[in-house]
C-alpha cells in the first residue's frame, strides 16, 4: 500500500484564490511527522510547513496551512492568496516513528492563472 | 546561515562509468540524508549518515555507497552506471532530530 497518496497529479488556481493540496498518509505508528515540500522548476525541494502526530493545533506559516485530520489520515496543504510564484511541483511527505528518513508522495504540479 | 550545497549540479556519464556527488550541510547539521528522484518512481531514499556513520539504508543496490566526513560533508558514489541511473539526485541536511530536513539544489545526472 502507498504510504503518501497524492491524488491531484495537477492543479490550478487563479492568483489571489486559495487551493487546497489533498494528502492521505497510511502508517500504523502513532508518532510521525507529515511534511509540506514545494519544488520548483529549478529542482530544489523547498520546506514549507510541518505537521507533528501529536501537535493538537494545526500548522500555520505564513499563507500556508495544514488541515491535519488525524482519524481521516489526511494532511491537507492550504494555500492562501495564491501568487504567480506558488506555481510549483507540491510533494507531501512523511516521517514515520523514528525513522530518519522521509517517504514522499507522487506530488500535485499546481499551476497559477493570472 | 548558507544553504546545503551540492557539487556538481550537472553530470553527464556513460554507462559502466562510475560517479561521485557531494553534498556540503547547513552549518551545524550533523545528518545528511540521500534522496534519488526519477519521473517513473518518484523520489526515493538512499541512505543517511549521522556522525559519519550510516544510519539508514534505502532498498537501491551495493553499487550506490556513500561516506561523510567528519565535517559532516557527504559524498554518494555509483559505480557501473546504468542508463537508469539518470536522475535528479537531492542532498538533505538536518540537525539530527526528527523534524524537518532542508534539501539542497541537486545534481542531475544523465547517463547515455
Known amino acids: 500500500a502507498q504510504k503518501i497518496t497524492q491524488t491531484q497529479p495537477g492543479m490550478f488556481v487563479q492568483e489571489k484564490e486559495a487551493v487546497t493540496l489533498d494528502c492521505t498518509y497510511d502508517?500504523?505508528?502513532?508518532?510521525?511527522?507529515l511534511f509540506w515540500y514545494k519544488q520548483p522548476s529549478s529542482g530544489e525541494m523547498i520546506f514549507l510547513i510541518y505537521?507533528?502526530?501529536?501537535?493538537?493545533q494545526n500548522a500555520t506559516e505564513g499563507r500556508y496551512s495544514l488541515n491535519f485530520q488525524k482519524a481521516r489520515k489526511s494532511a491537507n496543504l492550504v494555500i492562501s492568496a495564491s501568487q504567480l510564484g506558488d506555481s510549483a511541483m507540491y510533494f507531501c511527505?512523511?516521517?514515520?516513528?523514528?525513522?530518519?528518513?522521509?517517504?514522499f508522495g507522487s506530488g500535485t504540479q499546481l499551476t497559477v492563472l493570472p | 546561515k548558507a544553504g546545503v550545497t551540492q557539487t556538481p549540479r550537472y553530470l553527464i556519464k556513460t554507462r559502466g562509468q562510475q560517479v561521485t556527488l557531494s553534498c556540503s550541510p547547513i552549518?551545524?547539521?550533523?545528518?545528511v540524508s540521500w534522496y534519488q528522484q526519477t519521473p517513473g518512481q518518484g523520489l526515493q531514499f538512499l541512505f543517511e549518515?549521522?556522525?559519519?556513520?550510516?544510519?539508514n539504508k534505502g532498498n537501491f543496490p551495493g553499487r550506490f555507497s556513500g561516506r561523510q566526513f567528519s565535517n559532516s560533508r557527504s559524498e554518494m558514489n555509483v559505480s557501473t552506471l546504468e542508463l537508469g541511473d539518470s536522475a535528479l539526485y537531492l542532498c538533505?541536511?538536518?540537525?539530527?532530530?526528527?523534524?524537518?530536513?532542508?534539501f539542497g539544489p541537486g545534481t542531475r545526472l544523465t547517463v547515455l
Open positions: 538533505a541536511s538536518s540537525p539530527g532530530g526528527v523534524r524537518e530536513q532542508f
Open positions: 502508517t500504523s505508528d502513532q508518532s510521525y511527522g
Open positions: 505537521q507533528g502526530s501529536y501537535d493538537e
Open positions: 511527505a512523511m516521517r514515520e516513528g523514528g525513522a530518519r528518513q522521509l517517504t
Open positions: 552549518s551545524g547539521h550533523r545528518s
Open positions: 549518515y549521522f556522525s559519519e556513520t550510516q544510519r
